[in-house]
């Protein structure tokens, strides 16, 4: 049997290349081969930190009965879903459709052109094996009603309309996503809705940007007090199983953890307070710590096991805290951190949590570096390491943000080495591959949300930075979004026009995990048309958002991204040029109190500035094109470094001051 995965740079594959299955990557090798055994093909696709993708390794692909079954009966394709988003996207379309849920691990049955005719997802070891032989005698037995069932599924969702398109959205229509989302807030817990609860990242951005405090502020400080964060090493878990954020699901994913980083920086600029410093602080440490790889991106995720238990390295008991603080500082700890003898998880362990601050902060700082100091003993979850575009685009928003609002220069410089590694490492002329590894790019082709949210981060990183050159990359990347991803009603597809074909071109605008592709895309053309002055990237953006009128009244919360660009671009958005010598200190002020500015969408372009004539107030003409739009005619005051604010390219008188460009920011 070959070993079919061991040169895969997905550590999810790897961890399957010894199985006793027969498995195959997915590509056209695997269809030929299914058809010219005449067998199905099962698709099972999953990811590395996915807890059930282990329990169903270890009960099935690690059997040697079971393994004989499939490579007996099917030719067997494993997807990592973190690799391919267009293939996990299909088919979770089509188990969804057929099943009325889905997850993962996700297994389909198709034909061998790789039309479903059934889905399904985790199913224990004696009711796979059975599911085994059902679908192979189904298979020899009762061929053209398999046949028949995988083209009506193909049918069925190739029929499916797409999401109908509205206005741009207006106030009005904001209005009505605030008010569908309290109808589903929880004032009690925070969050939205009931059991598991997934951090509303994107919902978030929208409610702080729109100044809606109440619901942002609880649920922010609801997860950061609970046990969905890690109290000792930072850092947010995927979800929360139950509805109060107290045991998570334990994976932690650096899309979460990315998106919320951001969140609770523009928290602490909309008056958080020292809680969203702090956490905002600790996660930004986090991934630094534990994501970043040598070659400077950011791995994708930690597993939720550890010694093959869940939650294993994160769960106490009262006597492992006396044990490792001593029977005083361990009764104060299990009293502060909530460790019960019952417990809050499983086996009398307990998810540690921080429901209120401590008034003895320095015995505090030393209980939790004495535990976290203990927890490094034990053994470590395993880490998927691969590098994904979109996700360090992510990240790269996140880490410039923060650095530049708290002053840490060490954040800006990760954001910039992670840049470094897109620019040199996943782009290739105008396109851009998905995912590389040890500094290896892999083989997919980017999607949307790479496109996207690599963009995204580019511009906050040139915002941050001043340097052009990620100006220039994000709008190469953008421009082959407009040519290769629009579609004929103003959105965009997830996939590109010359991308491998599907049985299906997936395409969904709805927030999930992540931003959609295409309201990310709305917001990295939103921005870089205002420092562009672009109009075509400014009206593809709003074209993009035509979807979200649709959705605000009903369904916000599979909206949030949208309805957060869309609150930029009702606010202008608005433009800050700041020009002055980069090393007087009056620059890098009034740099840094444009970054502060809690505005919806803002964006900033920083230059060297030319002088502005003292007798007409005119800029002089620069002795250059200036790059971006927004700086062109923008100079000194008379020897002074100034700030401009606009919008849509109209600008105020500029000022010199600190003091004054505060007025204007919040002038409004």
Known sequence: MMNRLKDATSPYLLQHADNPVDWHPWGEEAFAEARRRDVPLLISVGYSACHWCHVMAHESFEDAET????????????????????????????????????????????????????????????????????????????????????????????????????????????????????????AASGGFGGAPKFPPSMVLEFLLRSGEREMSGKTLDAMARGGMYDQLGGGFARYSVDARWVVPHFEKMLYDNALLLRVYTHWWKAGGGELARRIALETADWLLRELRTPEGGFASALDADSEGVEGKFYVWTPGELREVLGEDDGRWAAGLFEVTPTGTFEHGTSVLQLLRDPEDQARYADVRARLLAARELRVRPGRDDKVVASWNGLAIAALAETGAVFERPDLVAAATAAAELMAATHVRGDRLLRTSRDGRPGKNAGVLEDYANLAE?????????????????????????????????????????????????????????????????????????????????????????????????????????????????LSGPVEVAVVGPADDPRTAALHREALLADVPGLVVALGRGDTVDRGTGDALVPREAAFPALLEGRGLVGEAPAAYVCRGFTCRMPVTTVEELRAELTAG
């Open 67 to 186: 393994a004989r079954l499939m490579n007996e009966h099917f030719v067997n394709i494993k997807v990592d879903r973190e690799e391919r988003p267009d293939v996990d996207a299909v088919y979770m379309g089509a188990t969804q459709a057929m099943t009325h849920q889905g997850g993962w691990p996700m297994t389909v049955f198709a034909t061998p052109d790789g039309h479903p005719f059934y889905c399904g997802t985790y199913f224990p070891r004696p009711h796979f094996q059975r599911l085994l032989t059902e679908v192979h005698n189904v298979w020899t037995g009762d061929r053209e009603s398999v046949l028949k069932q995988g083209a009506k599924v193909v049918e069925a969702l190739n029929t499916h309309t797409t999401l109908p398109s509205g206005p741009l959205p207006g106030e009005e229509t904001l209005r009505q996503a605030v008010h569908n989302l309290r109808e589903s807030f929880d």
């Open 457 to 569: 981060g580019l511009i906050s990183l040139y915002g941050v930075t001043g340097e052009p050159r990620w100006l220039r990359l994000a709008g190469t990347l953008l421009d082959t979004v407009l040519a290769r991803f629009s579609d004929d009603d103003g959105g965009f597809y997830d996939t590109a026009d010359d991308a491998e074909r599907l049985f299906q071109r997936p395409q969904d605008p709805t927030d999930n995990a992540t931003p959609s592709g295409q309201y990310a895309a709305a917001g990295a053309l939103l921005s870089y048309g205002a420092l562009t002055g672009s109009t075509r990237h400014r009206e593809a953006a709003q074209a993009a958002l035509g979807t979200v009128s649709v959705l605000a009244a009903g369904h916000a919360r599979f909206a949030g991204w949208g309805l957060a660009v869309a609150r930029a671009a």
